[in-house]
């Protein structure tokens, strides 16, 4: 008991100091956070109609329920859970060069999650009823509802997320060794909650017999074969840029173990894509219909076929490129097929899976979806709100964890006692 509240008071000392870092840094810090701040401000004011009237000022329509918002959602669970590519490596193999940046990874994942949550309250028609969600307050119907089960997995994998970071990098600034038997099981508990994830999210969509297009029993690897493919790649781009602006050491060997990573998940990922399209076009049965308006078009309606075939391509260029070692040991070519696996998964997992489900609908109605641009601006504020987590979360993370910030050195700088500048302390 004594060392937890011993733990909580090194913890907040931890939180006031931080605080005062966050607000501090370059032109170029500012600029970026002003920016950031800017969108997610446009987004809340293109929000505030929809929910003063509801989802009707959304493109989404009785026949196509759910859109640009759960498509985000998908794509994000899938980039959260893919935090389990840094771990694995790292505390089952102890390969050391990723190791270094799990906190960072995890943090990520933590800034992920916290959007994927957004992108569903900004989907609820009834915000203020949310409380419903709450146990003990209002009927989460656990375990009979499946919905209840995904709020309980992504809520357990947010707070493995933040407090394993969290605890690590206090211990860290303080310069005391981590208990090991407190940590090492919360991070290893994180591997099958990441796997949790999107499995229950795959059994949202799997679950619905009415929807043939998602009632297939290989959903959920395909999910998991994606996330392994869209989260390392972001993660790839995003740390390329921290190292460059920031004290973050990174090894290009970091880079290269999680690429060889990908290009097995990516394997996997075309393998079962593969082998659904076989099962849907040699058995030819009527419920061909959402898939054939996916990758053919359906009666005349084909919004969605350019971008399914340009995200099917996408993901097999990036494929190729991280087949070879040539290839994917090269920076250059690397971020190419980074960038390529992002831009393909997201169309394959959002707009390629959720809105082919209700195309056509049970009574063979077909209604094109495209989203407005209330929709366009809601989402972009979303990921700018996570993106602004993320820098905020690095801004204390990558000097704690390169030692530039310590509480050693705090306590060198710190002014003497009764001085002025103490006082403004």
């Not at 840094?86 to 906190?103: C, H, M, N, S, T």
Request: hydrophobic share 55%; glycine share 6%.
């Amino acid at each position: 008991m004594q060392a937890f509240r011993e733990t909580v008071r090194e913890t907040w000392r931890f939180y006031r100091k931080t605080l005062a870092l966050v607000f501090t840094g370059t032109k170029e810090y500012y600029l970026w956070c002003l920016l950031l701040l800017c969108i997610m401000l446009i987004g809340f004011l293109c929000y505030l109609p929809q929910f003063q009237t509801g989802l009707i000022t959304t493109n989404m329509k009785d026949q196509v329920v759910w859109g640009l918002y759960i498509s985000n959602f998908t794509f994000l669970v899938g980039v959260a859970a893919a935090a389990v590519l840094l771990v694995v490596p790292a505390y089952i193999y102890q390969f050391g060069p990723i190791k270094e940046i799990v906190v960072l990874g995890e943090l990520f994942a933590a800034s992920s999650i916290m959007m994927a949550l957004l992108f569903v309250m900004a989907d609820l028609g009834r915000v203020d009823r949310f409380w419903h969600m709450f146990p003990g307050i209002g009927t989460m119907n656990f375990p009979s509802s499946l919905l209840a089960w995904d709020v309980i997995v992504l809520n357990i994998y947010l707070m493995l997320n933040l407090v394993i970071p969290v605890y690590l990098l206090v211990k860290t600034y303080y310069g005391k060794e981590p208990n090991k038997k407190f940590i090492v099981p919360l991070i290893l508990f994180s591997i099958p909650m990441a796997v949790g994830i999107h499995t229950v999210t795959a059994f949202l969509y799997n679950g619905l017999p009415a929807r043939p297009f998602w009632n297939a029993s290989i959903l959920a690897p395909r999910f998991l074969a994606s996330a392994f493919c869209s989260g390392p790649a972001i993660i790839i781009i995003a740390f390329q840029i921290l190292r460059e602006y920031t004290f973050i050491k990174l090894e290009d060997r970091a880079l290269f173990k999680i690429a060889e990573l990908m290009a097995y998940a990516m394997f996997l990922n075309l393998f079962f894509l593969m082998s659904e399209m076989f099962k849907e076009y040699y058995s030819n049965t009527i419920y061909i219909a959402s898939l054939k308006y996916l990758y053919e078009g359906l009666h005349g309606h084909n919004a969605l076929v350019p971008w399914i075939w340009v995200g099917t391509l996408m993901n097999l260029i990036a494929f190729i490129l991280f087949l070879f070692p040539v290839a994917r040991e090269r920076l250059s070519t690397l971020n190419i097929g980074c960038i390529l696996i992002i831009a393909g998964v997201w169309i394959e997992k959002g707009p390629g899976l959720v809105i082919p489900g209700f195309v056509p609908d049970p009574l063979g109605e077909i209604y094109e979806y495209i989203p407005n641009f209330r929709e366009l601006f809601i989402s972009f504020g979303i990921w700018a709100t996570g993106f602004l987590i993320f820098t905020l979360l690095m801004k204390v993370a990558i000097p704690i964890a390169s030692g530039e910030f310590s509480h050693a050195k705090y306590m060198e700088e710190r002014p003497p006692s009764g001085s002025k500048k103490q006082a403004l302390l």
